[in-house]
């Protein structure tokens, strides 16, 4: 079965500091990619999203993610993190359906709670 | 205001309730999608309708039994539910279910309480 992995969990930075979260996915075939922010008693929101050309992607709020196929990776970044960047990161993947073979559906990350102090 | 509305926000239940979450999508989209939300675990794909026909069900309790009507609105109706069960139930749609490079938008959720 297809997973998505988001090795830190909890993360805190400084305003100011470099952001990176990482996301790996076990899926081999043709996948389409995004990031969700959850801010707090917010809904998702998505970020930003690759599914083909340049493999680095520019989203919202000054966030970037690169999309490294060998490593099956999908890396958010930024440069300098704000305060208001306080939220819950999801990472998901869109791969085929298992019952129909067909369609996408999105397989999710446990995600990883990023703190922002000032 | 994402275009798609769950109701209620929050639900309080005993285990042998019957209640029903409602979604509403706004966006003129053909799919819709529930999922569970648990603290500490990835969003749990639940079932996925494209123009009202269903076309995922991952191995979900009967316990759980989702409804659309119509593409525009989506229900989960709930029967004798655990205390396991108690999570944030998330609703979302997407223009279809077979383009990849769709995003789909996601309500506010409902959180379930199952006392």
């Known amino acids: 079965a297809q997973s998505v992995s988001q090795h830190n969990h909890h993360v805190i930075l400084s305003e100011a500091a470099s952001l990176e979260l990482g996301c790996n996915y076990s899926?081999?075939?043709?996948?389409?990619l995004f990031w969700y922010v959850q801010y707090p008693g917010q809904h998702l929101q998505l970020l930003l999203k690759?599914?083909?050309?340049?493999?680095l992607v520019k989203g919202i709020k000054g966030f970037e993610a690169e999309f490294i196929k060998s490593k099956f990776s999908f890396n958010l970044r930024k440069p300098s993190v704000q305060w208001s960047d306080t939220a819950e990161y999801f990472c998901?993947?869109?791969?085929?359906?298992?019952?129909?073979?067909?369609?996408?559906?999105?397989?999710f990350g446990t995600g990883t709670q990023l703190k922002v102090e000032l | 205001e994402t275009g798609v509305t769950q109701t209620p926000r929050h639900l309080v239940m005993g285990m042998t309730n019957k209640k029903s979450l409602k979604c509403e999508q706004h966006?003129?989209?053909?799919?819709m999608y529930w999922y569970k939300q648990s603290a500490k675990k990835p969003l749990e794909l639940m079932f996925v309708?494209?123009?009202?026909?269903?076309?995922e069900n991952n191995s979900v309790p009967s316990r759980f039994s989702p409804e659309c009507p119509n593409s525009s609105h989506l229900f989960l109706h709930l029967h004798t539910l655990q205390p396991e069960d108690s999570a944030l139930y998330l609703c979302?749609?997407?223009?279809?279910?077979?383009?990849?490079?769709?995003?789909?938008?996601f309500g506010d959720g409902t959180r379930l309480s199952i006392l």
């Open positions: 966006l003129g989209h053909n799919a």
């Open positions: 979302a749609s997407s223009p279809t279910v077979q383009q990849g490079n769709q995003p789909q938008h």
């Open positions: 899926y081999g075939g043709t996948v389409n």
């Open positions: 690759y599914f083909s050309g340049d493999p």
């Open positions: 309708y494209s123009l009202e026909e269903r076309v």
């Open positions: 998901a993947v869109k791969t085929p359906f298992i019952l129909t073979g067909g369609g996408n559906k999105l397989t």
